[in-house]
């Protein structure tokens, strides 16, 4: 069922959101409102698994207790702002929060089930080169509401409540690797991914979740010993001179500091493999030598490559490795025994790609927003044909 579209403005709505709370805050609530815990147990279950949008469709409880949940609390999760679906099946929505402030998620399919790709912040602290959001300031982070509410959207968009099994869900994984650095938020991040995790509500098991970092050394083991979801590091770079040059971050967190942490996550093993993500930018990190250098780098790690083609967006001044130089890249790594697949490039027809998302959480009519998508479209399709016309 869709989210509540009639809420009242957030200025002046005083009411508690449920949504967002860890169990023992939703317990504390009702304990306030003077209700009985096993309450809050089922208002849990309305919220997570059924995916009640409304205390009227909770009808195991008391026509009185509905009313007085009414009045001082709600369930309200983000809106849709905009809605967009590639022509590859990609869909990504630009969420608005209580604020105006807005993130974008993304569902990117892949056969019988797909992964939601969730932001954890508004706009970016990072300043990554390559990447579009870099180019946002940071403005905010996003809450535990916030950040469950994007996939609680997701499933309200692909209908799947009451939540479905593992073998007949569509939306199977998460993965934070939307807008933000998730260990720069890694408590709200928490929050919500527990509650994600939770086998009476959502259900979807750490086995299921992956969190990408661009190396935030101190967060990382805490990560891994509280939440114990898989690891990907964005890499994309053998050594401090190239890593710095496009990721400012490893000044502060140099290569030599994040592989030690990646040595020492918890939980890593040749089952549970850490994701080194490597954006293969052309001239920069794509030679046999940078392969060569990466295969030392993570010296009895165990772990796996992601090689992720350059995705562009307007006004980059990077360009997408030659198809035959990543095959190259990706052989050497394969020959030196590590999974090296090349991520398809997934939604850029509508900037949902790896790397492309932004928001200028600007409020624009509704004419200026349709004129803003077709012209960051339009961009995005010739800055693309042209480098394919150039292969």
């Not at 890593?243 to 971050?249: A, C, Q, T, V, Y």
Request: aromatic share 8%.
């Amino acid at each position: 069922m869709p989210p509540d579209s009639a809420r009242p403005d957030a200025s002046t709505d005083t009411r508690i959101n449920l949504v967002g709370l860890s169990r023992e805050q939703l317990a504390q609530t009702f304990l306030e409102l003077g209700q009985k815990p096993f309450r809050a147990k089922q208002v849990w279950h309305w919220i997570y698994h059924r995916g009640a949008t409304d205390f009227a469709a909770m009808t195991e409880l008391s026509k009185d207790l509905r009313a007085t949940l009414e009045k001082h609390c709600t369930v309200w999760r983000p809106t849709i702002a905009r809605e967009q679906t590639s022509t590859d099946g990609t869909r990504k929505w630009l969420m608005a929060f209580d604020d105006g402030q807005k993130a974008e998620t993304v569902f990117i399919p892949d056969d019988d089930r797909g992964a939601v790709c969730i932001s954890s912040q508004v706009g970016c602290t990072l300043t990554c080169r390559f990447c579009h959001t870099g180019t946002q300031r940071l403005v905010r982070n996003l809450t535990p509401a916030e950040i469950i509410g994007q996939f609680m959207v997701a499933r309200d968009s692909y209908g799947e409540w009451p939540t479905p099994t593992d073998e007949r869900r569509l939306l199977s994984n998460i993965v934070l690797m939307g807008m933000g650095e998730p260990l720069y938020n890694f408590d709200n991040v928490a929050t919500a991914m527990r509650i994600v995790m939770a086998d009476d509500g959502i259900a979807l098991g750490k086995r299921r979740i992956t969190l990408s970092t661009s190396g935030v050394v101190p967060e990382i083991h805490r990560c891994g010993a509280e939440l114990g979801v898989n690891l990907a590091i964005s890499l994309h770079a053998p050594d401090d001179d190239t890593r710095s040059l496009i990721m400012p971050i490893n000044k502060k967190y140099p290569l030599k500091e994040l592989m030690q942490a990646c040595r020492d996550y918890p939980g890593a093993s040749n089952a549970r493999r850490i994701t080194f993500e490597y954006v293969m930018l052309k001239g920069i990190n794509d030679t046999a030598a940078h392969a060569r250098a990466l295969i030392k780098l993570v010296k009895d790690i165990p772990c796996k490559f992601n090689l992720i083609p350059f995705n562009p967006w307007p006004g980059t001044p990077y360009e997408c490795s030659d198809p035959a130089t990543v095959e190259a890249f990706g052989q050497i790594l394969w020959d030196a025994g590590f999974s090296a697949p090349v991520r398809t490039p997934r939604g850029r027809d509508i900037l949902a790609a790896c790397g492309q998302l932004k928001t200028d959480s600007e409020r624009l009519s509704a004419k200026e927003q349709r004129l803003k998508d077709a012209a960051e479209a339009e961009a995005a399709k010739a800055a693309w044909a042209e480098k394919e016309a150039a292969i």
